[in-house]
């Protein structure tokens, strides 16, 4: 009996060590960034980071923090997404907006916050960020529309302020192609109902765009990021409808207070 | 892989065997897009001969252990690629690693039952690692 527990033991641990020595290997890291590493999208990242910094000052102990903050950490956790892996920063901009940039950072404006009627919206827009950070999508959107060798140019340094700042706004004032977009919000319904977050407040965000969309104001930038808004608001419910859930409504005083107002 | 000739099984027994050892392969081609197809085949087998000499239900009883391991490791690889299909799930280097990983046993568990079911023919004992060491254990004369 004992010999036939250590042979078992011996091929468990033989089909474990070969799954541990494949998992080695990146098999999916190279696929679609010709050798774009983690590390440089972390430098590019900070890069892009840095010259948003230069024109706008970030909000670190404020109120919104607290909110956007909180909102953060309900959505990883419950969809065991690492603690602090997705860096949150909070710039003050009227402008209606918040991106994602390399290296797992999302930007969130005050004029979003302000424009956001329930927490659930903010909650919807941020989860609908993260779902780009998860897929990928962020560099997938550069490669596309810088092409990768300005990105290995600024992450060598060899960038100049006026690139750095042309790629930052490509990142954060144009849409990502059509497919992405569905498949972020599609992903964001799923991080907020396993998050206990109602994700229709992404769909009602979504449509109060769309009905204001004739607004070109440079301050709702984010109808340029997100097009075809009615059509995602519908195509949203129709994926929260697949499986009804029971939330838990968020309460903060941010909201409470403009309400008394 | 242990090979010796305790038994002297004659050309019928020795047929019998073999054709365990090709059930179970034919088994584990058939029932590589849906792993429970090969247990089920070699489960019937085995039924099918529980009355037969000990030399014949030995091998039957080894052929049938080691689809168990496959079973698992294959069940496993299709549950995720089901997940990944329907749900959220993305591709990773994890579910690639492991992808590989079952191919090489699924080969390595082909080619052994091969050569089992050639050597059994002739009428030589093949003893697999640690199934054959657990048929010992379970299969009674």
Redesign the interface.
């Known amino acids: 009996m004992k010999k036939a527990i250590f042979q078992l033991l011996i091929i468990v641990a033989a089909f474990l060590l070969t799954w541990f020595l494949f998992s080695k290997i990146n098999f999916t890291g190279h696929m679609d960034l010709d050798g774009f590493s983690t590390a440089q999208e972390k430098k590019l990242g900070e890069l892009l980071l840095e010259s948003l910094s230069q024109s706008k000052d970030e909000i670190k102990h404020d109120s919104i923090n607290q909110v956007v903050n909180n909102i953060l950490e309900k959505i990883t956790t419950a969809n065991k997404i690492e603690k602090g892996a997705i860096r949150l920063r909070v710039f003050d901009d009227q402008t209606v907006n918040a991106f994602a940039l390399p290296g797992d950072q999302l930007i969130i404006f005050t004029g979003l916050v302000d424009y956001c009627k329930t927490p659930e919206e903010l909650a919807g827009v941020m989860a609908h960020e993260i779902a780009h950070i998860q897929k990928d999508h962020v560099m997938k959107k550069l490669v596309k529309e810088v092409g990768i060798s300005m990105l290995f140019v600024i992450v060598a340094g060899n960038g100049s302020f006026e690139i750095v700042s042309e790629v930052l706004k490509t990142i954060s004032s144009r849409a990502f192609d059509r497919d992405q977009e569905s498949e972020a919000d599609i992903y964001a319904v799923h991080l907020l109902e396993k998050a206990k977050i109602n994700p229709s407040g992404l769909s009602d965000f979504l449509f109060r765009l769309s009905q204001e969309s004739d607004d070109l104001s440079d301050e709702l930038l984010i109808i340029s990021t997100h097009p075809g808004s009615a059509d995602r608001s519908v195509a949203i419910l129709d994926e929260i409808k697949k499986n009804p859930s029971k939330y838990k409504e968020l309460h903060y005083d941010f909201w409470e207070h403009r309400s008394e107002d | 892989m242990e090979l010796n000739t305790p038994f002297s099984p004659d050309d019928h027994e020795s047929e019998k065997a073999s054709n365990s050892y090709l059930m179970s392969l034919l088994a584990i081609m058939v029932g590589m897009p849906l792993p429970i197809v090969n247990l089920i085949a070699t489960i019937i087998f085995y039924l099918g001969n529980r009355k037969a000499s000990y030399f014949v239900r030995w091998h039957c009883t080894q052929a049938l252990l080691s689809q168990i391991?496959v079973l698992i490791?294959n069940s496993v690889g299709l549950s995720w690629t089901l997940r990944i299909i329907f749900t959220?799930l993305?591709?990773?280097?994890?579910y690639?690693?492991?992808m590989?990983?079952v191919v090489?046993?699924n080969i390595t568990e082909i080619i052994a039952t091969i050569f089992a079911a050639q050597q059994v023919r002739k009428g030589r004992h093949v003893k697999f690692?640690?199934f054959g060491?657990?048929t010992e254990?379970i299969c009674r004369k």
């Open positions: 391991s490791a959220e993305t591709v990773t280097n994890n690639i690693a492991y590989i990983t090489i046993f690692w640690f060491t657990v254990l």
